[in-house]
Nanobody, 123 residues
């Protein structure tokens, strides 16, 4: 099991920005496909974004339609950390955000969930 610790959430106004961080404990972090999920009150947890393992060429990112053009996922393998840069935030982005390893070719999480980090966007 990989331990996951999310941070960086907070309260922002609509149109603002936040950068979330996810620190992972795995010894082979660079080989992990990592992703972000979120869960709003009264709703199921949903996929937000994922980033491929670091290969010889480049990483590849995938986003949910609801965040395309606004969110950017990135990773720093030396720090064993994945980031989610969130711009042009909307009230509907309000949720608890979680990171996780993701099964290859899917949006299915692998590890136990961490505590998440709360993002609240006011109108």
């Amino acid at each position: 099991q990989v331990q996951l610790v999310e941070s960086g959430g907070g309260l922002v106004q609509a149109g603002g920005s936040l950068r979330l961080s996810c620190a992972a404990s795995g010894r082979t972090f660079s080989s992990y496909i990592m992703g972000w999920f979120r869960q709003a009150p009264g709703k199921e947890r949903e996929f937000v974004a994922k980033i491929s393992a670091s290969g010889v060429f480049t990483t590849y990112a995938t986003y949910a339609d609801s965040v395309k053009g606004r969110f950017t996922i990135s990773r720093d393998n030396a720090k064993k950390t994945v980031y989610l840069q969130m711009n042009s935030l909307k009230p509907e982005d309000t949720a608890v955000y979680y990171c996780n390893r993701i099964r290859d070719g899917t949006t299915i999480p692998i590890d136990n969930w961490g505590q998440g980090t709360q993002v609240t966007v006011s109108s």
